[in-house]
């Protein structure tokens, strides 16, 4: 069966892309080219594999686990072992990145609900704001990722404090609060 695909210039970004479903024999080539790029512990954490995690954690620097958290949270594959073995070998319950993300900002703005709760029950800020005083909630309402912001808000997440910009995630709970209670 012949795939179908179509080539576009992306708008001001000046290269072409192909769209349209890829063959699983391509898609399978690129999982694997990309996890042979990956270092150890990514690997580990791109394939849920906990056991490898548990090898490899005890000789990685704090900086390495946090990093391979980020990539966890932010792929939404990652099962919740994966997330535990990351935090039960070293790797910083409040991590964060160059900006003062915390890894529940990446799960906010990428809508992984099940990341966030995870993230929540293992004992991340809820209310950790990044350099600018943006927190989760209102990374998820930026976002439109209302899911997690009704998860946030159930959580009991702070949609009242404002970043520098003076934005609140106040208006997204409403609405949140509003479609539940239909």
């Not at 898609?27 to 394939?47: E, G, H, P, Q």
């Amino acid at each position: 069966m012949a795939m179908d695909f179509r080539s576009e210039m992306l708008p001001g970004r000046g290269f072409e892309v192909k769209t349209g479903p890829a063959p699983e024999s391509t898609a399978r080539r690129f999982k694997l080219d990309l996890t042979a790029k990956l270092s150890d512990i990514n690997r580990a954490v791109f394939n849920n594999d906990v056991a490898a995690i548990k090898q490899l954690a005890p000789r990685l620097h704090e900086e390495e686990l946090t990093k391979a958290t980020f990539l966890a949270v932010s792929l939404r594959t990652t099962e919740e072992g994966t997330l535990h073995a990351l935090f039960d070998f070293g790797a910083p319950v409040n991590g964060r990145d160059g900006n003062g993300r915390t890894y529940l900002h990446e799960a906010a703005a990428d809508g992984n609900v099940d990341a966030s709760i995870v993230l929540v029950k293992v004992g991340v800020d809820i209310n950790a704001v990044r350099k600018d005083g943006t927190t989760a909630i209102l990374e998820a309402s930026k976002s439109k990722q209302y899911g997690t912001v009704a998860v946030l808000d159930e959580m009991h997440a702070d949609s009242t404090i404002k970043n520098r910009y003076g934005e609140n995630a106040v208006k997204a709970v409403e609405l949140v609060r509003l479609r539940r209670d239909r």
